[in-house]
């Protein structure tokens, strides 16, 4: 069974920096691609960013410049930094291993994900 643990939300003002964590155990998820999503109230959920295998990374254009997505294969944890955030970027956070990360398909059940709001 793998799990999906996200860690890291909070409440931060615009501007502001959080460093997202997603733990993820039933697995060594080294041979995965991963992803972060993110859903809004009344949104459907949406990639955010995703990262390779091999390190290779995207992210939707929203986030471009102000959010980096890592991975340390050793801790089975991926990572989002956020930096300079928006309201806009207030959600749910959720991460996944997916199939590929352009037009992903995830692959595991969803964990409960971490609340990011920004507000001042």
């Known amino acids: 069974q793998v799990q999906l643990v996200e860690s890291g939300g909070g409440l931060v003002q615009p501007g502001g920096s959080l460093r997202l964590s997603c733990v993820v155990s039933?697995?060594?998820?080294?041979?995965?691609?991963m992803c972060w999503y993110r859903q809004a109230p009344g949104k459907q959920r949406e990639l955010v960013a995703g990262i390779s295998t091999g390190g290779y990374t995207n992210y939707v254009d929203s986030v471009k410049g102000r959010f980096t997505i890592s991975r340390d294969n050793r801790k089975n944890t991926l990572y989002l930094q956020m930096n300079g955030l928006k309201p806009e970027d207030s959600a749910v956070y959720y991460c996944?291993?997916?199939?590929?990360?352009?037009?992903?398909?995830?692959?595991?059940?969803w964990g409960q994900g971490t609340q990011v709001t920004v507000s001042s």
């Open positions: 996944n291993g997916v199939t590929h990360i352009v037009r992903p398909t995830t692959i595991w059940n």
């Open positions: 039933g697995i060594t998820f080294s041979n995965n691609h």
